[in-house]
Structure formats: C-alpha cells, structure tokens
C-alpha cells in the first residue's frame, strides 16, 4: 500500500525556496542612485539616503575594519548589514560590500557616521568614488561662495 502523500507541504517547501532566492537576489547587489541633492543605497531590506551637504569625507580603502555586526550577512565576498563601530560602539556603521576583496569607499556623513560601500567590479567603485568626490567638492565650493 502507498502512502499518500500530502501535497500542501510539497507546496509550501516549493514556497520557501522561492521566497529565499528571492530574498538573496534583492541582497546580491548594492542598487544605488546619485541624485541632485544625495546618494540613495539600496540592498534588500537596507537602505540609507545620504545628502551631499552632510557628508564630511570619502575615501577609498582596502578592507573594513573588525566591526560587531548587529544585523545583517555574509555570503562569499559579501557584507551587508548594520554593524557597531569599534571606536564608538554608540554609532552604528551601514555596511553595503559586494566584494570584500576589493577596495571600499568609505564615507563618514554627519561628523562620524559611517557608511563603507562597494560594488563587485571595482571599476563601477571608482567611479562611484570620483562621482561622490565631485558632488562633495561642488557643494563645499558652493558654500565657500
């Protein structure tokens, strides 16, 4: 006699498997936009918007610091997530690296905050670099006016 088999948890497993890839494809790639007046970063469930005037400096470096994460993963060359930063454990570090191979741009906004940003080809990350380079010149000159 065959045993009958439930086809409601055939379903349901099809379901969470496709629910988890969609979940990883959203987190895969760090999806920004350079706007007039700031940077918009999106990855999955992170996301931060940052203004041009209330960014203080970037910078290219070559790894992140050891950071406690407070939520957030990794996979592969991947980092994502929210982290607390090991100077000042009160602020929080937004974390969006595709590869942790690569250089990282790493932001400070609002005097200290910080945000480290990449992309999997580190050519897209340099000009992303030199793009939020020129925005930070131009408002500081603006304001210099």
Request: hydrophobic share 40%.
């Amino acid at each position: 006699m065959k045993k009958k088999r439930h086809w409601g948890w055939n379903l349901a497993i099809v379901c969470t498997l496709i629910i988890c890839a969609l979940a990883f494809l959203a987190h895969v790639k760090n999806w920004t936009k350079l706007r007039n007046d700031g940077l918009r970063i999106h990855s999955g469930v992170y996301r931060t918007e940052l203004k041009y005037s209330e960014l203080d400096s970037v910078k290219m470096v070559p790894r992140i610091p050891h950071m406690e994460r407070i939520h957030g993963f990794s996979a592969w060359e991947m980092e994502k997530g929210v982290f607390k930063d090991s100077v000042n454990p009160d602020n929080r570090v937004s974390v969006y690296v595709d590869n942790l191979l690569n250089p990282k741009i790493r932001i400070v906004h609002h005097d200290s905050l910080l945000v480290y940003l990449n992309f999997t080809d580190s050519l897209e990350t340099a000009g992303m670099f030199d793009a939020l380079e020129n925005k930070i010149d131009s408002v500081r000159s603006h304001k210099s006016h």
